[in-house]
């Protein structure tokens, strides 16, 4: 059986310069929204156009420069965001209007004062109007990972009667497990009919750590796009990872989904986000940290040697990293200081490396990490105490 895609919508560009001091000019946005677009990423969310002369002008431009993906503008469930989004995505070659609004009980009575019944008009109209403008509209219930399952399923039901062709089913709050948040969508698939012919996408927040695992969830259960960020940037504690999302499809072939995205140009992607925004990227980060194809603990640095795979489940050069880095530090093995050694020059005997190994341990009890420097260092003291070394 052939795998089925699953769509990459990227919201870099607007849920992940949200965050506060990421803010980008249009140049930037154009820059990124360019490798996004070489990425091999399915929507490029290029901002919210109706909030500031500079999110218009920034979505007008990526309209103007995206080859392949399809270029999207948020606006809320308001006549005049729908109009002005419409104007801003007037050069794309393939137009998306993403409109929608609150769902879940707090929403309705704290942001809007209103009625469900009110939300659901609200909402179609939404819609209705925005299929004047373009044939690719987008849905959000936003706070749907809060929503009551049935009365999601019945706003749902009505903007598919209303032309939508992509239902958010967001976990505005990043509150849902990955077993709820799962049975949510399957619900949607059994509840709302019609619903074959839209598509059921993936926002997840990561509030408490599980935006990753809803959307895989999410997807594992009829859902066939994925809402995400480079590095997961976004407001509060961020967005589902798209580095993530795209690894787990590509190692997980039971899955029986995949992506289009060139994943050998993740790493790039990621380090040229982080510059453009000055947001530092944490190096545990899963796939493009730093550390992410790093090994200190002598166990696991005598097993990579031996074998990448008995430490490693991606090919660092997957996702654009040149080869895996063995850290020496008081916790590394004599196979990881033979291997770094080798590596600038010194072919060493067991005998010699024992005696090296001996120095080589006072010396890393003293620093956090014994670079290749340090080795010339560390042979030069050891001379001291063999003839071998010429």
């Known amino acids: 059986m052939s795998a089925e895609k699953v769509e990459i919508f990227d919201t870099t560009l607007r849920d992940g310069e949200q965050v506060p001091g990421?803010?980008?000019?249009?140049?930037?946005?154009?820059?990124?929204?360019?490798?996004?677009?070489e990425l091999g990423v399915d929507v490029i969310e290029a901002g919210f156009p109706?909030?500031?002369?500079?999110?218009?002008?920034?979505?007008?431009?990526?309209?103007?420069i995206a080859k392949n993906a399809a270029v999207c503008g948020l606006t809320r469930a308001v006549k005049k965001d729908i109009e002005v989004a419409a104007e801003a995505l007037k050069y794309a070659k393939k137009p998306r209007i993403h409109t929608g609004i609150g769902t879940s009980d707090?929403?309705?009575?704290?942001?809007?004062?209103?009625t469900r019944e009110q939300i659901i008009e609200r909402a179609v109209n939404a819609v209705s109007y925005a299929k004047n403008f373009a044939d690719d509209v987008e849905f959000y219930a936003e706070d749907a990972g809060r929503t009551d399952n049935a009365f999601l399923a019945q706003v749902c039901q009505e903007v598919v009667n209303a032309g939508a062709t992509v239902l958010n089913i967001p976990d505005t709050t990043g509150y849902c497990l990955p077993e709820e948040y799962g049975k949510k969508i399957k619900y949607l698939k059994d509840h709302v009919v019609g619903i074959g012919n839209v598509t059921i996408s993936c926002?997840?927040?990561?509030?408490?750590?599980?935006?990753?695992?809803?959307?895989?969830?999410?997807?594992?259960?009829?859902?066939?796009?994925?809402?995400?960020t480079i590095n997961g940037i976004?407001?509060?504690?961020?967005?589902?990872?798209?580095?993530?999302?795209?690894?787990?499809?590509?190692?997980?072939?039971?899955?029986?989904?995949?992506?289009?995205?060139?994943?050998?140009?993740?790493?790039?992607?990621?380090?040229?986000?982080?510059?453009?925004?000055?947001?530092?990227?944490?190096?545990?980060?899963?796939?493009?940290?730093?550390?992410?194809?790093?090994?200190?603990?002598?166990?696991?640095?005598?097993?990579v040697?031996?074998?990448?795979?008995?430490?490693?489940?991606?090919?660092?050069?997957?996702?654009?990293?040149?080869?895996?880095?063995?850290?020496?530090?008081?916790?590394?093995g004599r196979a990881a200081l033979a291997y770094k050694a080798k590596k600038v020059g010194y072919n060493l005997t067991k005998l010699e490396l024992d005696t090296v190994y001996a120095e080589f341990l006072n010396y890393a009890d003293m620093r956090k990490e014994v670079l290749d420097d340090d080795i010339h260092e560390i042979m030069q003291i050891s001379k001291k105490k063999f003839k071998a070394i010429a």
Not at 106 to 114: E, L, P, Q
Not at 292 to 300: D, L, M, N, P, W
Request: charged content about 20%.
């Open 305 to 332: 040697i031996k074998n990448r795979e008995t430490y490693e489940i991606i090919d660092p050069a997957d996702v654009g990293v040149t080869e895996s880095a063995i850290v020496l530090t008081a916790r590394s």
């Open 203 to 228: 926002h997840c927040h990561n509030d408490l750590g599980l935006a990753t695992a809803n959307a895989i969830a999410g997807v594992s259960n009829g859902a066939r796009q994925i809402e995400c």
């Open 22 to 37: 990421c803010k980008l000019n249009t140049e930037q946005k154009v820059k990124i929204a360019a490798r996004l677009d």
């Open 50 to 64: 109706v909030s500031s002369p500079g999110d218009f002008r920034s979505v007008t431009e990526i309209s103007k």
């Open 106 to 114: 707090s929403h309705i009575k704290y942001k809007f004062n209103a």
């Open 234 to 303: 976004g407001e509060r504690a961020g967005n589902t990872a798209l580095e993530e999302v795209v690894m787990i499809l590509r190692q997980h072939p039971t899955l029986n989904l995949n992506t289009d995205i060139n994943q050998k140009l993740l790493f790039e992607l990621s380090n040229m986000v982080s510059r453009e925004m000055g947001m530092y990227v944490q190096p545990n980060k899963a796939i493009v940290g730093a550390n992410a194809f790093a090994h200190s603990s002598g166990i696991h640095q005598d097993g």
